[in-house]
């Protein structure tokens, strides 16, 4: 069992910055992909990034340029460098884990951008 616990949301004016944090604790294996999502109110949850146990990263075309997605795997934990924010990124934001074959997710942090 892996247990995911995200921190760093909070209300920020557009074209502010924040640093989400997910640690990852109890059955850690090497090789795995770690990623954030994004569920807006009355939307589907997407795909923000991801990055694998290598540091090969992935990002939705709307976030590239201004989130920088980054890990220490000595400490079991992913970031998510969120710049240039806008209204539109508002949401929850969920931490998921990949490992043999199963997948783990987090409760969710709110991040408002709203002046």
């Known amino acids: 069992q892996v247990q995911l616990v995200e921190s760093g949301g909070g209300l920020v004016q557009p074209g502010g910055s924040l640093r989400l944090s997910c640690a990852a604790s109890?059955?850690?294996?090497?090789?795995?992909?770690m990623g954030w999502y994004r569920q807006a109110p009355g939307k589907q949850r997407e795909l923000v990034a991801t990055?694998?146990?290598?540091?090969?990263?992935n990002y939705v075309d709307s976030v590239k340029g201004r989130f920088t997605i980054s890990r220490d795997n000595a400490r079991n934990t992913v970031y998510l460098q969120m710049n240039s924010l806008k209204p539109e990124d508002t949401a929850v934001y969920y931490c998921?884990?990949?490992?043999?074959?199963?997948?783990?997710w987090g409760k969710g942090t709110l991040v408002t951008v709203s002046s």
């Open positions: 109890g059955v850690i294996l090497s090789i795995n992909i």
């Open positions: 998921k884990r990949v490992q043999a074959g199963r997948e783990y």
């Open positions: 990055i694998s146990s290598g540091g090969a990263s």
